[in-house]
């Protein structure tokens, strides 16, 4: 049974990380990409078209960590004369952003560091 | 809106863990906790109660893994005249929980450091 042992040492790592609140997950990865790709796009329907998602979905994920947390993370506006207008993540949306992809990047760098 | 935007500062990192081959989840705390359990007690009968789980259950656990690598990580024996026997986690088990364990305090290295 052990000529193919060399297969424990070939295992790697993955893992999934959150942000909680009291033990209760609040941010994740779904939430991070969809705040990314409003940020990109400019607006909510270009971000989450972006990403295959609805309007309705992408924007209920993001309105629940808003009740959860009791902050805006998007700002909407009206558009101009061409009916534009379009969506904005907040101070507090890109803080959790970086507090997100900050913790990514620490524990990537620490599965990178291997042999 | 904002007077408890100090929560978003409040979040607190969490993860899950698990090693994985060609992508497919194979080991992970539940499993290193049976192996670790099936050490300390010595017996696979005794490993399972301690953590509130069937013998059925937690041998079941380890069987696919042994399946999924190839490899032995648990090595049962016959016991003398008082009718003991018991079991042991071999060096394939042991190098699984040491990877296991080794990436999840790396992690927590990383997480801990925070102001």
């Known amino acids: 049974m052990d000529k193919d042992a060399g297969r424990v040492e070939n295992l790697k790592p993955n893992y ?28 909510i329907t270009e971000g989450a078209k972006t990403l295959g998602m609805s309007y309705r979905y992408a924007w209920g994920v993001i309105r629940k960590i808003e009740l959860t947390l009791n902050v805006k993370l998007l700002e909407t506006y009206k558009g101009g004369n061409v009916g534009g207008g379009g969506a904005r993540v907040t101070e507090h949306g890109l803080k959790l952003m970086d507090m997100f992809d900050g913790a990514r990047t620490a524990v990537d760098k620490v599965f990178r560091k291997g042999p």
């Open 16 to 43: 999934k990380l959150w942000l909680e609140q009291d033990g209760q997950y609040v941010f994740g990865l779904g939430a991070y990409n969809i705040l990314k790709s409003i940020h990109n796009t400019g607006t």
